[in-house]
C-alpha cells in the first residue's frame, strides 16, 4: 500500500490550506482531516466515520487516512473509538 492518497476531482487542496493552514492532514494529498490538535483529531475521526464522507475514497486510501488519524490521537492523547 503506498502512502500517497488519490487526488480527488471535488476538492480543491488550497481550501484547506486557507481554511487551517500548512498543518498536517490525515490526507495531506486533498488537504482534509487536519489533525494539528486534539481539537481537529476528533473532528477528523468523526467526519471520515460518516459513510458518505468515506465513500468519496477507495477503501484503501480511508484505511491510511483512519491510520494517520489513530497516530495523531496517540500523539495529543485523544481518545477515539474503534471503527
Given at each position: ?83
Amino acid at each position: 500500500m503506498a502512502d500517497r492518497i488519490e487526488k480527488r476531482d471535488d476538492v480543491s487542496p488550497k481550501e484547506g490550506l486557507h481554511e487551517y493552514g500548512n498543518v498536517e492532514y490525515a490526507d495531506p494529498t486533498n488537504k482534509k482531516y487536519p489533525i494539528d490538535t486534539p481539537e481537529h483529531v476528533r473532528a477528523a475521526w468523526s467526519y471520515i466515520n460518516h459513510k458518505d464522507n468515506a465513500a468519496k475514497y477507495d477503501k484503501g486510501d480511508v484505511t491510511k487516512i483512519k491510520e494517520r488519524i489513530k497516530r495523531a490521537a496517540k500523539k495529543h492523547e485523544v481518545e477515539i473509538s474503534e471503527d
